[in-house]
């Protein structure tokens, strides 16, 4: 391929651009490189040629700068093939370090993450539910610099944080409009977060930010539409549709825990009925349980109404009758809204991720045997529902998925250096 167009490969990048010059071509061919490090990983120049289309020699003069500014490091010699070796290079560890802070019910994580989206450190803070915006904040900022201390890290080190959270987020404002697991109404997250920590802050869906991830570290590279859906404390997606991430007019794309499924069913946080995720989210598969359970009251069982999710998946496994019967009922819900999602938005595959993925998989399975009741002759829906990239689908490195990816955007048009920082982080976890 020539030097005249850029290859597509997976998620694509920025704003399309409004002219096609010499230097933008250049700024989106070093940002194509880039991404393919970011998501391939150390890689030598004659494959980075390979898989992106351009000649070697354009490759070469497109990495040498990179190289010269230490945003790139030689990581080795290729030991394939005869004659010379070619260097391995890779992202300077030292440079452009992200924090990635996630925020959920009761507990915000915190990680530094580099550009390889490998996690540096990460440490966690707990607080009440329905706790004030200014409280986390306060929480999330000591838990980075418990980090920063661990690792001999100064805060001019990090280029941004990400914010990844469940709710009506318009990402473009950082304004948090409803997170109503959480409370929050109208929280200027971004404003609050940039003063309390100084540096730069990007907030994001958490749906959203796990596809980018995805879509860098995980099962989502090199795919141009799929959905990766988050069931929590809530149910959201990330919907990559011809490499973009859906955002919507509005920024707050891939809401679809509030998809009215029966205007008939429960109450809904975001004061609606029926909504997708008060039949099948976290709380709400509980709150089934404990019901089904306070009908049963004085029959003994393996189940009790605080039993936790993992308990429930135990249960299953042992044949219990209630949890065979709050399984099948929450995967013929979650089935139902998982249908509309493919009938819109014709994905490759949906990706499942989040606590209740994780803590509950023959969830998962009965999902899988109901969707292929489904469709019948009108449409099949032999669409894969896999299982997240367990590194990637973390909830702090999806967080810091659209930093990373900013800064490359800005690294690649000349609008960013990276702080090249001495000395090599200790890698690690901190529990607070």
């Known amino acids: 391929m020539k030097e005249t167009t850029t290859r597509r490969i997976g998620l694509e990048f920025g704003d399309p651009p409004a002219k096609s010059g010499k230097q933008d071509l250049r700024r989106r061919n070093t940002l194509l490189l880039l991404h393919l490090i970011q998501s391939n990983g150390p890689s030598s120049q004659a494959e980075l040629a390979r898989r992106s289309g351009l000649s070697p020699a354009a490759v070469c003069g497109i990495l040498q700068p990179l190289i010269r500014t230490r945003i790139l490091i030689e990581e080795g010699k290729s030991s394939a093939g005869p004659g010379r070796r070619a260097s391995i290079l890779a992202f300077n560890p030292h440079a452009a370090i992200t924090a990635g802070i996630c925020i959920d019910l009761e507990e915000c994580q915190v990680a530094l993450v580099d550009l390889s989206g490998r996690v540096l450190g990460q440490t966690a803070a707990h607080y009440p539910r329905y706790a004030e915006p200014d409280e986390v904040v306060e929480l999330a900022a000591g838990c980075l610099a418990e980090i920063e201390k661990n690792n001999s890290l100064p805060r001019s080190a990090i280029v941004g944080a990400g914010v990844a959270i469940p709710g009506l987020i318009n990402s473009r404002t950082g304004l948090v409009n409803v997170a109503a697991n959480l409370g929050w109404r109208n929280v200027q997250l971004r404003a609050l977060l940039e003063r309390r920590l100084g540096v730069p802050v990007r907030v994001e869906h958490l749906g959203r930010a796990k596809a980018q991830a995805e879509a860098l570290w995980g099962k989502g590279r090199n795919h141009r539409n799929f959905v990766c859906l988050e069931i929590g404390s809530g149910i959201g997606a990330g919907i990559v549709v011809h490499g973009r991430i859906l955002r919507g007019a509005k920024g707050m794309g891939g809401e679809v825990g509030h998809m009215p499924i029966d205007p008939a069913g429960p109450a809904c946080a975001c004061g609606l009925r029926g909504c997708w995720e008060a039949f099948c989210a976290g709380p709400a598969i509980r709150k089934r349980m404990a019901q089904k359970l306070e009908a049963l009251a004085g029959s003994p069982g393996a189940l009790n109404p605080m039993s ?104 690649a048009a000349g609008r960013e250096e990276p702080p090249v920082v001495s000395g090599r982080p200790r890698v690690g976890v901190v529990h607070a």
């Open 308 to 411: 936790s999710l993992r308990d429930l998946n135990a249960a299953f496994e042992r044949n219990d009758a209630v949890a065979i019967e709050v399984i099948e009922e929450s995967a013929r819900h979650l089935a139902r809204g998982l249908a509309g999602l493919i009938w819109n938005f014709d994905p490759a595959f949906v990706l499942l991720t989040g606590p209740v993925v994780n803590d509950c998989p023959s969830l998962v399975a009965a999902v899988k045997q109901v969707m292929n009741t489904l469709g019948g002759a009108a449409r099949s829906f032999e669409v894969p529902l896999i299982m997240e990239t367990e590194h990637a689908a973390t909830g702090v490195v999806a967080a810091s998925a659209p930093v990373s990816l900013r800064f490359l955007e800005d690294y």
